[in-house]
């Protein structure tokens, strides 16, 4: 059986900009500075994407702009950024959360703080794009 990965070279090309980030600002900086990177590299390589993405409230009552995406490139993926010495379920939890809100298929989330940077794709199986 043939596997399928989806959105390949996208996903490729994302995960070059993390680790050139990691390679020009190491492990030291804090969340708005590494996603200051990650944004240059967005702009210098023409990708449409949306920063600190608003998602609509998941519940009655909960506050408008609780959740926030860290970006969404090209309508496709998610990238979830985090600067913690170690990733927890929640943060996971967390990820998928705002699949299942914008009904996408692929995420990567990255933690800065991490000596070796090591992203993680993460799939929502219950997407119908």
């Not at 043939?2 to 020009?24: P, Q, R, W």
């Amino acid at each position: 059986m043939k596997s399928k990965i989806i959105y390949a070279d996208l996903s490729y090309e994302l995960t070059g900009i993390l680790f050139a980030v990691h390679n020009d600002l190491g492990r030291f900086c804090n969340e708005k500075q590494v996603c200051d990177r990650i944004e240059y590299y967005l702009k210098k390589r023409n990708y449409k994407y949306e920063r600190e993405k608003v998602l609509e409230p998941s519940f009655d009552g909960e506050r408008k702009g609780r959740n926030r995406v860290d970006f969404l490139v090209e309508d496709k993926i998610v990238l979830e950024i985090k600067v913690k010495r170690i990733l927890g379920k929640e943060d996971f939890n967390q990820v998928m959360r705002y699949l299942e809100s914008l009904n996408m298929k692929l995420a990567i989330l990255a933690n800065y703080k991490s000596q070796y940077l090591a992203p993680k794709r993460i799939l929502n199986p219950n997407a119908k794009e």
